[in-house]
């Protein structure tokens, strides 16, 4: 892929910014822009410099409103299908990123938008965003993992409100019910997402990747295989330098650097 249309893809040192940008049509996601999204994070995958990611809407009033409903409109239930499989391939690819992503939750994040915050690691939301899982509404059921992401995060309960009563909430309450991690005022959110994302990037960046690979294996295992995968996980970490690194800098009383080796 050679032109990216709807997706902006920018690095700033060791932090990648990725925006989609259809503001037009509230940063729809059609086929086209799921496809620009995995080619940027087939990039990811192997840049071994960038070891935080943001990931954001373009434009004021959107993060994502969804799947694009005109092109869904015409699908056949086989096309249907494959469409939400690129979806899901889409949102397994955040979660297997070696770095952790950032949603910055610039307004409307709905259905698939929701979901697409779903996939990501930590979700920051400004005071004007929306969240919910409104395909009831059009007859259909949540295509790329809401029914089982939404779930996993806020509980079956409140999941299944959210997904049967088509109900748009607003960050505040997606707050109180752990949907988002933090709230912040529209004007200073890419800041904190930058901010959070430098933070991430000071650590050992061999660590952050083992430490988000071990979460997400972890989370779909019973706990004491998923204790055994951390244990491994923790033994991976002493086969680096940052290791080495960040034990002796602490007994030094200096601040460690890491070199990602
Ligand atoms: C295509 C969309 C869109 C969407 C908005 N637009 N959402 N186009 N797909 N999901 C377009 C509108 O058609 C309009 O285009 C322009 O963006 C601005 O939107 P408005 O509706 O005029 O804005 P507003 O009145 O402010 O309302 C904002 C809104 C509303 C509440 C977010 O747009 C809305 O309800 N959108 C749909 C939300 C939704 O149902 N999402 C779930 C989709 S299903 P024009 O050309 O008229 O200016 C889904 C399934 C995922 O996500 C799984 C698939 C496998």
Do not use: W
């Amino acid at each position: 892929m050679t032109e990216l249309k709807n997706v902006r893809f920018e690095k700033d040192g060791a932090i990648a910014q990725i925006t989609i940008d259809r503001p037009k049509a509230l940063n729809a996601l059609n086929y086209e822009t799921l496809q620009e999204l995995l080619y940027c994070f087939g990039l990811l995958e192997k840049a071994r410099e960038i070891t935080a990611v943001v990931l954001t809407g373009g434009g004021e009033k959107a993060f994502v409103a969804g799947a694009d409903i005109a092109y869904m409109q015409e699908l056949d239930a086989m096309a249907a299908a494959d469409f939400a499989g690129l979806g899901h391939t889409v949102m397994t690819a955040i979660e297997k990123l070696p770095q952790p992503v950032i949603a910055a939750v610039n307004g409307f994040a709905l259905g698939g938008g929701c979901e697409l915050s779903l996939a990501c690691d930590i979700r920051i939301a400004s005071e004007n965003a929306k969240f919910g899982q409104p395909e009831v509404n059009l007859g259909v059921i949540p295509g790329f993992g809401g029914t089982q992401r939404l779930p996993r995060l806020i509980g079956k309960g409140l999941a299944s409100e959210l997904l049967y009563t088509g109900d748009i909430i607003d960050a505040a309450e997606a707050l109180r019910i752990g949907l988002v991690n933090r709230v912040v005022p529209a004007d200073q959110l890419m800041a904190t997402c930058r901010e959070m994302a430098k933070k991430i990037a000071s650590k050992g960046p061999i660590a952050i990747r083992l430490c988000k690979k071990t979460v997400n294996t972890g989370v779909e295992m019973d706990l004491d295989r998923a204790n055994s995968y951390e244990a491994i996980q923790f033994g991976q970490c002493f086969a680096s330098k940052d290791q080495k690194e960040g034990m002796q800098a602490f007994l030094e009383k200096r601040a460690a650097d890491f070199q990602g080796k």
